[in-house]
Every structure is written in C-alpha cells, then in structure tokens.
C-alpha cells in the first residue's frame, strides 16, 4: 500500500497536481499519511527533485530520499543506511514515462547491502 500512495503522490507532484483536489492546494504533498494498519509516513516534503519522508511500521522508522519519487538514492533504518548511484542512468520523472513501455535503470548500492538495485516500471 505504501508504495501505491507514494507513486500516487509522486504523480500528482510531477504533474502539478494537487494529490487530492479536496484538502491540499496545487502543487502541495501532504505531510502525513496514516493508514488502517498502524504504518504512517510523515514529513513529507519534495525538494530538489526528492521526494524526502519518513515512514513507520511494526515499529521500525525509515527515513528515505527518492529522486522524482521512484529512484532511492538514501534509505537510512536505525544505524543502517543504504546509498544508491545512479550515474549513466536515464531516470525518467513520472510524469514523463512512456505509457504501456517497460523502463529498467540500476543503481550500485552501497552501505549496509551492496550490488545492483533495479528499478523496473511498466
């Protein structure tokens, strides 16, 4: 669920949108999300190109920075942090992946785990 809010709210901010007409002027991200199962994602903010948040569930806080809101570049849980490197790689905004076309970049991941990071989207 909460990678379908994200990409929700990604969407709408790539587009210009407000992410629901009803609540939010346009071009404004929510800055708390709280779903039925107890997971909340908070701070939100879009900066720079990232989309910066963190979320909580079964009790473990992640604070992650995703550029355009579909490539991670840090996810930090605890002591643990990950970084991801992008560089030769085409990331595509949302708003401007070709439609019913399958898109894959890689990232080296280093940190915590390392190796390849694909993110594949269709």
Do not use: H
């Not at 379908?4 to 708390?32: D, F, H, M, N």
């Not at 809101?69 to 942090?81: A, C, H, I, N, S």
């Amino acid at each position: 669920m909460l990678g379908k809010v994200l990409i929700g709210l990604t969407l709408a901010w790539g587009l210009g949108l407000p992410a629901s007409a009803a609540c939010l002027a346009e071009g404004q991200v929510p800055r708390t999300v709280d779903f039925g199962d107890g997971q909340v994602v908070r701070n939100i903010q879009v900066r720079d190109g990232l989309l910066i948040y963190e979320s909580e569930a079964g009790g473990q806080q992640t604070y992650s920075e995703v550029r355009f809101g579909l490539y991670p570049e840090v996810m930090r849980r605890g002591d643990t942090e990950n970084r991801f490197d992008w560089t030769g790689q085409v990331l595509i905004p949302a708003a401007d992946l070709p439609l019913g076309q399958e898109v894959e970049v890689r990232a080296k991941m280093s940190g915590a785990a390392s190796g390849d990071y694909v993110v594949g989207l269709e």
